[in-house]
Structures are given as C-alpha cells and as structure tokens.
C-alpha cells in the first residue's frame, strides 16, 4: 500500500533533521493518511479511500465527494477514484 493520497496525489516528501548542533540528517515528512469511507449522493454508494487529512477537508468545502471530483483533475486521481469520476460523469450526461 503506497503512501498516497488517493484524491490529492500527495506523497512523502524529503527534507532534514537539524539538532541543536546544526548536524543535518535526511528524514521523510509522510503525509496524514487515513482510511475513509465517503458517501457518493449521486451513485447512492460509499467509496473508501486512503486520504490525506487535508483532503477530507477539501471534499467537505466543496460539498462533498461529486462535487470534489468534478473539479478534481485526473493525474492526481488514484485509478479507483477516477472510476468513480468517470461513473459520476456518465450519470451527469444521461
């Protein structure tokens, strides 16, 4: 299971440890991931995601899961949340 976000494409990034002594260490910053299961409206389904806590926030100021991956674009979608895009899509244009 990779560590990234499913909705945003966030992943670990790298930087340094700097002690007192001003020593620098390469370390790894991991993005807050977590297990969700987020309810679609329009499908009448939940999907589950491991999504960034940053992520969750977007989905609820957006107004929820449609309408985040309506605007999402799809390089940073996993291939199990650019199903669902492409689901909602069929359903918008029928």
Do not use: W
């Not at 020593?23 to 790894?28: A, D, F, Q, V």
């Not at 999504?51 to 107004?63: K, P």
């Not at 309506?70 to 918008?92: M, R």
Request: charged share 30%; with cysteine; glycine share 6%.
């Amino acid at each position: 299971m990779s560590r990234r976000c499913e909705l945003t494409g966030k992943g670990p990034m790298s930087g340094n440890n700097v002690s007192h002594a001003n020593n620098k260490t390469r370390r790894r910053f991991l993005p807050n991931l977590q297990d969700v299961s987020m309810q679609s409206e329009a499908l009448g389904r939940t999907f589950k995601f491991r999504v960034s806590s940053a992520a969750i926030r977007s989905v609820d100021h957006r107004g929820g899961l449609d309408a985040y991956l309506a605007k999402a674009k799809e390089d940073e979608l996993s291939p199990e949340a650019l199903k669902v895009k492409k689901e909602l899509a069929k359903l918008a244009r029928a």
